[in-house]
Structure formats: structure tokens, C-alpha cells
């Protein structure tokens, strides 16, 4: 079944921690993608690959990290830099950098 | 980072009615992309626009690229209960990354 998988849905962690939020696909897209969602506002772009063992940075990739060490996964890592980690975090892919985008179901990342 | 201006922000209709939504922007974009996200989900795409006065259609949705390369509408027809949810949309220069709207927030009543 092809798709994009995002885990987990929820996530809770304490202020201070650094948390990582898994995106896996098997659509076989070269380009992936990292956006924040918060209420009432559009989709911000944190991090974005490529390639394999390549990415870019985002309009708002300050407390965040990222890898992509195979094609098929590009984790997002929340650290404790981050000021306002609680948000929607959505996990996108395209089959290039110039085709449509398809997304996961998101993870909702709450910290206290 | 750019975002696009999406109106009206918010919009309740009867359940048959048609709806119509639209995105413009300070720049020119190659492709426009149109989504909707139904509560916890991720968005799903609805209709890809590519060129300048395009017009596409997706069952009882249609949307249009702006003459301007500036703009882009969509319409839908007949609405019904499972119409609800937030419709975005996305333009993209070639190579660059997409901007995202903020999104109109659609209420069906029936």
C-alpha cells in the first residue's frame, strides 16, 4: 500500500527535551519535505531534501534538525531550541522538487 | 517567508449551495495547487493548475489560474455535508519551494 506514514500521531514531551518525529514513504518521490501548521495560519516550511544526504533549510528551520540517510525516510528532530515547539507538524513528498506535493496525516506535538 | 492572502477566511452555506474561494498573490507563480483538510488530517490535493488561464475541473470542483499569474480560484458546485473542511492553496515559482495560504474554512449546514 503506498503512502507516506508519520509517527507517532501524538506526542507529548517536556519543556527542555529534544523529541524526533519519523516521516517514512514508499511512493519511490526523491523530494521531501518538513511544514509546521499552527491555527489559523498556512503551512510554514521548516526543512526540505532532495536527495539522499542533502537538505535545505526553510523559512523557519531555527531549533530544528533534520537527516536523510535513505530515500525512503527524512525524520525531523524538535530540539530544545526550539521556543514554540507545540504545534501540527506535517511530513510532505513529491516525486520531484517541481511536482505536487502529497502529505502524511501529521503529528501533533505538544509540549508542557 | 512569502504567505498567499486566501478569502473569504471563513464561509457557512446551505447544503446545495455553490461556494467560491480565492488565493492572490504579490507574485507570479508557474503552478498553483489547490487542497483540503478535513480536522487532524494532512491535506489531500484536490486540483493542480500549470498554466496562465488554465481551467480544471474535479468532479463538482473547478479552479482556475489566474490571466495574472498573480490569482487562482475555486469553485465548487452543489456542496454537500462532506465538502467541510479547511481548502488551501499552494503556488510554487519553478524550482522554488511552495507558498501556502492561509486557508478557508468551509461549514456546510444541511
Known amino acids: 500500500d503506498g503512502g507516506i506514514t508519520q509517527s507517532p500521531k501524538y506526542l507529548f514531551r517536556k519543556e527542555g527535551q529534544n523529541v524526533t518525529l519519523s516521516c517514512e514513504q514508499n511512493?519511490?518521490?526523491?523530494?521531501m519535505y518538513w511544514y509546521r501548521q499552527d491555527p489559523g495560519q498556512g503551512l510554514r516550511l521548516i526543512y526540505y531534501?532532495?536527495?539522499?544526504?542533502?537538505?535545505q533549510k526553510g523559512d523557519i528551520a531555527e531549533g530544528y534538525s533534520v537527516s536523510r540517510e535513505k530515500k525512503e525516510s527524512f525524520p525531523l528532530t524538535v530540539t530544545s531550541a526550539q521556543k514554540n515547539p507545540t504545534a501540527f507538524y506535517l511530513c510532505?513528498?513529491?516525486?520531484?522538487?517541481?511536482?505536487?506535493?502529497?502529505f502524511g496525516n501529521g503529528t501533533r506535538l505538544t509540549v508542557t | 517567508g512569502q504567505q498567499l492572502n486566501q478569502s473569504p477566511q471563513s464561509m457557512f452555506i446551505q447544503e446545495g449551495e455553490d461556494v467560491s474561494m480565492n488565493c492572490t498573490s504579490s507574485?507570479?507563480?508557474?503552478?498553483w495547487l489547490w487542497y483540503k483538510q478535513d480536522p487532524g488530517e494532512g491535506p489531500v490535493l484536490l486540483i493542480a493548475l500549470y498554466k496562465a488561464g488554465e481551467l480544471t475541473s474535479n468532479g463538482r470542483l473547478t479552479a482556475q489560474f489566474g490571466i495574472t499569474r498573480k490569482d487562482s480560484f475555486l469553485n465548487i458546485s452543489a456542496s454537500i455535508p462532506s465538502d467541510v473542511g479547511i481548502y488551501f492553496c499552494a503556488g510554487q515559482r519553478t524550482g522554488n519551494q511552495f507558498y501556502f495560504g492561509t486557508g478557508t474554512s468551509l461549514t456546510v449546514i444541511p
Open positions: 531534501s532532495q536527495i539522499v544526504n542533502d537538505f
Open positions: 511512493l519511490n518521490h526523491d523530494a
Open positions: 507574485s507570479i507563480f508557474n503552478t
Open positions: 510532505a513528498t513529491a516525486r520531484d522538487r517541481g511536482s505536487p506535493l502529497h
